[in-house]
């Protein structure tokens, strides 16, 4: 599966175009609730994040779509302290080259677009663990390998 690069006009490109290189996945995030309805929030961009440990969401964008909060937690990282952040049992899909994928996570939220990202999620080391991130430059090859 191919990494795709974040503009800053918002538009994705197979190569960095920019200074500032944002590695992302498109994915889909849905929540299946106690009585087996579902919350389709639909595609959102995900930041393929090698120094963040977990997943986190943008905070508005699990607002908008209603997704129920599992719990609360104070993450801390590069971005700072969060105290009481929301987080949410989330399913995630992803295609791929032999079609699609479909994982299950925890998300914490945190305000990403609220500071100026134009990613709705972050997908750290526990993405990565899932298979063989390249990234060569050299070659211009940014793929993603599941296990």
């Not at 987080?87 to 295609?95: F, P, S």
């Amino acid at each position: 599966m191919r990494i795709k690069f974040l503009n800053e006009n918002g538009t994705l490109s197979d190569a960095p175009l920019e200074l500032d290189k944002i590695p992302v996945v498109e994915v889909y995030l849905e929540q299946t609730l106690l009585d087996g309805s579902v919350i389709n929030a639909g595609q959102a961009i995900a930041l393929v994040d090698t120094g963040a440990d977990h997943f986190a969401m943008d905070r508005t964008f699990a607002e908008k779509f209603g997704f129920i909060p599992a719990g609360t937690t104070s993450p801390s990282g590069v971005g700072g302290f969060v105290e009481n952040a929301n987080y949410y049992d989330l399913a995630w899909r992803i295609t791929t080259n032999t079609g699609e994928k479909v994982f299950k996570a925890r998300f914490v939220a945190l305000p990403l677009m609220e500071t100026g990202r134009k990613y709705q999620a972050i997908f750290g080391m526990s993405f990565v663990h899932k298979g063989r991130l390249i990234m060569d430059s050299k070659t211009s090859e940014y793929l993603f390998e599941f296990n």
